[in-house]
């Protein structure tokens, strides 16, 4: 079958190790399912992935992808949850020990079929489209869990988003506003606030630039660039919710004084839970919420969508079409 797959890791030039083309079918073992999938989503994990971040070479290769959604094998659609829990493990799956995304153990949706955990298949709501669905599983699934779960808001709560273009960002954009919170954006590029405040941002602001007041939480995804802002941009009592540090993981300062005299919580969120995708799909459906989708590319011209993801000009999500 096509797909698209990590056949080396390039930490300085990701998108030499990528290859599409011919790759075995998946053999699910019991409990598992084969999805035959319709769409597929592309995000910046994928670009870790190539890069060797979390895909050591011994696995290699390796479909890439956690993003998805098609027809099982009884022609049910549904969307793919990516977080695999390890054998016997009960509970909240993002705190297995021992938890993987697909295309870190096991290969991803960037194919014709995948295979996963029969339990994680969560139903597409039938009036939601192919490429909403596509969108949901890791980005927009991160978004809702740092919003909804561990942020600690209540509507009418200003809330700044850190970098406006990313798939999270945009997720946390259209999810924020749909749910009654000011949204605050900031960004390198004034064309993509602009964008940020067509989709329902309430004000953007240059990266790093003075807010006319403080925010009650900050959505950090850019890391090291924006630390020291996300901190002086709070309340005291705010919380910084942190999932990636797409400009590195080392900050200039860590603003250890700022954070206790201030009395910040700074909470680390990953992916989110099979039952919050499932919620995930059912408020984006009800609210008729359109995913910003940057660009959709066939399977077979990945290669373009990933290299407008390593370039960072992306608005949105990057949808592959399979079927
Ligand atoms: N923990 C998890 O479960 C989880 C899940 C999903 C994603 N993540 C991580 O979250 C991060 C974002 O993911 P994504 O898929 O949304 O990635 P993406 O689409 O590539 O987003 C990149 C974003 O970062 C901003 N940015 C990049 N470099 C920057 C810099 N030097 N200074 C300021 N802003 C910068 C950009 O904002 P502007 O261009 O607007 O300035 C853009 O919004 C990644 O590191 C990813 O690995 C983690």
């Known amino acids: 079958m096509l797909a698209a797959y990590a056949a080396r890791s390039s930490a300085h030039e990701p998108l030499s190790a990528l290859e599409i083309g011919e790759r075995p079918e998946p053999e699910p073992p019991a409990g598992w399912a084969t999805v035959l999938l319709t769409t597929a989503g592309l995000n910046h994990h994928d670009v870790w992935s190539l890069r060797g971040v979390g895909l050591p070479p011994d696995r290699l290769p390796m479909i890439l992808g956690c993003d998805g959604a098609g027809l099982d094998e009884d022609g049910n659609e549904v969307i793919v949850h990516a977080v695999i829990a390890s054998d016997g493990w009960t509970g909240d799956e993002t705190l297995d020990p021992r938890r993987t995304l697909l295309s870190e153990?096991?290969?991803?949706?960037?194919?014709?079929?995948?295979?996963?955990?029969?339990?994680?298949?969560?139903?597409?709501?039938?009036?939601?489209?192919?490429?909403?669905?596509?969108?949901?599983?890791?980005?927009?699934?991160?978004?809702?869990?740092?919003?909804?779960?561990?942020?600690?808001?209540?509507?009418?709560?200003t809330v700044l988003v850190q970098g406006a273009g990313g798939g999270v960002a945009t997720a946390l954009v259209q999810l924020g506003s749909a749910a009654g919170y000011r949204m605050w954006v900031t960004s390198r590029d004034e064309a993509k606030g602009a964008k940020a405040v067509d989709i329902g941002a309430d004000r953007a602001f240059e990266s790093g630039a003075r807010l006319p007041e403080r925010v009650d939480a900050v959505m950090e995804t850019v890391g090291a660039a924006t630390w020291?802002?996300?901190?002086?941009?709070?309340?005291?009592?705010?919380?910084?919710?942190i999932c990636g540090a797409t400009s590195g993981d080392?900050?200039?300062?860590?603003?250890?004084?700022?954070?206790?005299?201030?009395?910040?919580?700074?909470i680390g969120s990953t992916m989110g839970t099979r039952s919050e995708l499932e919620r995930l799909a059912k408020f984006v459906a009800s609210q008729g919420i359109q995913p910003v989708i940057d660009s959709v590319f066939p399977l077979a011209g990945a290669r373009d969508g990933f290299a407008r993801l390593v370039d960072g000009e992306v608005f949105g999500k990057v949808v592959l079409t399979v079927a």
């Open 105 to 157: 153990l096991h290969d991803g949706t960037l194919a014709e079929k995948v295979a996963v955990p029969r339990a994680n298949l969560v139903p597409k709501p039938s009036e939601m489209s192919w490429q909403t669905a596509a969108c949901l599983s890791t980005a927009w699934l991160t978004a809702y869990r740092m919003l909804f779960t561990n942020a600690g808001l209540t509507p009418g709560a």
């Open 228 to 241: 020291s802002h996300s901190v002086n941009a709070l309340n005291p009592g705010g919380t910084i919710v």
């Open 250 to 266: 080392a900050p200039a300062k860590a603003e250890l004084t700022k954070i206790f005299f201030k009395q910040l919580r700074v």
